[in-house]
């Protein structure tokens, strides 16, 4: 069993940044692959980063490849998202989930999720 707690979400102006943070309880964090997902109301959720467990190989949405990073601190049992150059369309409730996959890019492979956090890009 694993639970995840965002923080670091909030409102920022376009061409800002903010990082994530996801905060993971259970002793096998360092074996979940981890990954980030956004929401928008009426739409489903959207794949944004992945990151194996070992934390060697990243995987990104073409829609976000080059202004975000994500990466995972296993001593911390962590998984961060670094967010650069924002676009309005950023805007959305941001989750991170933890799958048993080596790597995964679908939501469907993610076992446990967390409770979300919103971030806001004004124009």
């Known amino acids: 069993q694993v639970q995840l707690v965002e923080s670091g979400g909030g409102l920022v102006q376009a061409g800002g940044s903010l990082r994530l943070s996801c905060a993971a309880s259970?002793?096998?964090?360092?074996?979940?692959?981890l990954g980030w997902f956004r929401q928008t109301p009426g739409k489903e959720r959207e794949f944004v980063a992945a990151?194996?467990?070992?934390?060697?190989?990243?995987y990104y949405a073409d829609s976000v490849k080059g202004r975000f990073t994500i990466s995972r601190d296993n001593a911390k049992n962590t998984v961060y998202l670094q967010m650069n150059s924002l676009k309005p369309e950023d805007t959305a409730v941001y989750y991170c989930?933890?799958?048993?996959?080596?790597?995964?890019?679908?939501?469907?492979?993610?076992?446990?999720w967390g409770q979300g956090t919103q971030v806001t890009v004004s124009s």
């Open positions: 989930a933890a799958s048993r996959a080596t790597m995964a890019a679908e939501a469907g492979e993610y076992d446990f």
């Open positions: 259970g002793r096998t964090f360092s074996s979940y692959a």
């Open positions: 990151i194996r467990w070992s934390g060697d190989s990243t």
